[in-house]
């Protein structure tokens, strides 16, 4: 009380009110200013060290993920209607992409006349163009990349869920592969591993909305993999699930 005394004493008494009002939000502004400071430079540091831990557990994974083959079957429903799933054989190729070979024996061909057979290899061949350009937007997420990680941080891109439990971090990336679009990444800061990764983006036109929901299970010797993984398609009614099972060191039998 006597600070504050003082401070309204160095007022001159001629002073109108309008100007002793202004110098008190002067004075309030700056004590705020004082006390923020510590407070974001904190919560800048926390974010760091948990992007820092997130990077550096992705990059690991990727390597131990290499070492192995594994099962993945995809099931595709188009207009709420579930085609046969399809299996492959999976594993890493010398240039870090995804090698598939399919399993199993082929679909039958379309049955009826030659004009819907025409008409359903259009539309078949329609829906294989999209689901690539589809796979080569989502390739921009997963796996989750250390370097653009890092420039969507020095862009000012990232920031913490504070919604997120203890011992989970949930770092949210806006604008990271285009505008407007998001990826919120769930990291168990204990374990250091990412538990899910669920991403809203969108196709050329921003009304052609594409999520992707993606949840992470562990290998015994720690890998971190995509158990299942759900793509939503709203604008063509398709949605697109993804489970990878059956993990083997390449060249086991």
């Not at 290998?219 to 099972?245: F, H, M, W």
Request: hydrophobic share 35%; with cysteine.
């Amino acid at each position: 009380m006597n600070r504050i005394h003082a401070v309204d004493n160095a007022i001159p008494s001629g002073v109108s009110a309008p100007y002793k009002h202004n110098r008190w939000m002067c004075i309030i502004a700056s004590a705020a200013m004082v006390i923020s400071v510590p407070v974001f430079a904190q919560a800048g540091g926390d974010l760091q060290q948990k992007l820092a831990a997130l990077k550096q557990s992705a990059a690991e994974n990727q390597q131990k993920l290499h070492q192995y083959q594994w099962t993945e079957s995809t099931q595709l429903t188009l207009n709420g209607d579930a085609k046969l799933p399809s299996l492959s054989m999976c594993q890493y190729g010398p240039d870090g992409k995804v090698k598939k070979t399919p399993m199993g024996s082929p679909p039958p061909p379309p049955s009826g006349g030659r004009m819907k057979q025409k008409i359903i290899a259009k539309k078949t061949g329609e829906m294989k163009d999209y689901m690539g350009q589809v796979k080569t937007l989502l390739n921009q997420y997963l796996p989750p990349d250390p370097q653009r990680m890092q420039q969507a941080f020095q862009a000012g891109k990232v920031s913490l869920d504070a919604t997120a439990g203890s011992g989970a971090a949930a770092i949210v990336f806006k604008d990271y592969a285009q505008p407007g679009d998001q990826m919120t990444i769930s990291f168990d800061t204990a374990a250091k591993k990412i538990s899910s990764v669920n991403v809203n983006t969108y196709m050329d036109d921003p009304k052609d909305t594409v999520t992707l929901a993606v949840q992470f299970a562990s290998l015994p010797d720690g890998a971190n993999y995509v158990q299942q993984s759900v793509l939503n398609a709203t604008a063509k009614k398709l949605v697109v699930t993804t489970t990878n099972s059956n993990y083997q060191p390449v060249g086991a039998h």
